[in-house]
């Protein structure tokens, strides 16, 4: 077993984005709002320098030096998210039958209908702040907090898996095909 004395990373903080940590709660406001994360599970620890992130841990063993890589990327998509944003496009692929995707805001959930000859609608969640747009067969799903969007995109591509067929003849769903930075 090899101990390492001190594992630590950093990570700049860009002009426009304000950082605050308190114990291993963490809170990141840009120009698209606010996120916040709680890193009380992690065994690391945080320290705000000169417009920097110091995320360290000490005696960490293997597993712990991973941890302090894991809390940085977390960091760094928060700080991307609330500067730029995320988009995930997914694409409507139908052969026979029209599908038709509704989204109800206020619940909450996307709808989908007639999905291979069905009868009964498929209903997905909308998880989190994310937000979802239908501009004709594609599917746009943005927000400034990575989970929230690619679980929801994840959620509509899983909604939408045939079970029971050969999926190299049926090939109807809606399937991710683009994720970018910036809403």
Same mark, same amino acid.
């Given at each position: 077993? &090899?101990l390492v004395? /001190? +594992?630590?990373?950093?990570l ?5 984005v304000? /950082?605050? *940590?308190e114990?291993r709660?963490v809170k990141?406001?840009g120009? %698209?709002?606010t996120?916040?994360?709680d890193?009380a599970h992690?065994p690391v620890s945080f320290?705000?320098? =000169?417009?920097?992130l110091? *995320?360290? #841990?000490?005696?960490?063993r293997?597993?712990e030096?991973?941890l302090?890589? @894991? +809390? ?7 700080i ?8 995930? %496009?997914?694409k409507t692929?139908y052969?026979?039958f029209?599908?038709? *995707? =509704?989204v ?5 959930r996307l709808t989908?209908?007639?999905? @291979?000859?069905?009868? @009964?609608p498929? &209903?997905?969640r909308i998880?989190g702040?994310? =937000? &979802? %747009?239908?501009?004709?067969?594609e ?7 990575l989970?929230?969007v #690619?679980q929801?995109? #994840?959620?509509i591509?899983?909604g939408t898996r045939?079970?029971?067929?050969d999926?190299?003849v049926f090939?109807d ?5 683009? %994720?970018?930075?910036?809403s």
């Open positions: 077993m &090899v004395e /001190l +594992a630590q990373r950093s700049p903080i860009p002009d426009g304000q /950082l605050s *940590v114990a709660h990141v406001t120009p %698209k709002g996120l916040e994360e890193f992690l320290d705000l320098e =000169k417009g920097s110091r *995320v360290y #841990s000490q005696w960490a293997k597993r030096v991973a302090v890589g @894991t +809390a940085i990327a977390h960091v760094r998509n928060m991307r998210g609330v500067t730029n944003g995320y988009t995930y %496009k997914l692929v052969a026979h029209p599908v038709t *995707v =509704k109800q805001e206020k619940e909450r989908i209908e007639n999905f @291979t000859g069905e009868k @009964t498929r &209903v997905i998880v702040s994310a =937000k &979802v %747009k239908i501009a004709g067969d599917i746009h799903v943005q927000g400034t907090n989970r929230d #690619s929801t995109a #994840s959620n591509q899983q045939i079970r029971d067929k999926q190299r090939l769903g809606i399937y991710i095909f683009e %994720k970018t930075e910036g």
